[in-house]
């Protein structure tokens, strides 16, 4: 199974809607919640090759995107072999 990491922040439904797919596909994934967290937020723009905007998906520290590359993936049939189904 891989490792995927979502950088997100409250009240933001384009994180709860790349929540959704995953919880839908039946996966785990670590949540990094950059609201009111500088020190999560530098690690994100960092990781991210400087974007700021959330959320931001990883799969096995392959940075994917956002949600709607997130689903993308999926409506090309990508996202289940990357994320190992």
Do not use: W
Request: with cysteine.
């Amino acid at each position: 199974m891989a490792t995927i990491e979502v950088y997100s922040s409250d009240r933001c439904p384009y994180c709860v809607k790349a929540k959704a797919l995953l919880d839908r596909k039946g996966v785990e994934y670590k949540e990094i919640n950059v609201t009111d967290d500088d020190e999560a937020r530098v690690a994100l723009v960092k990781k991210a090759n400087g974007v700021r905007t959330v959320p931001q998906i990883f799969i096995d520290e392959n940075h994917v995107g956002g949600c709607d590359d997130l689903y993308e993936l999926d409506r090309k049939g990508e996202l289940d072999p990357m994320i190992g189904l």
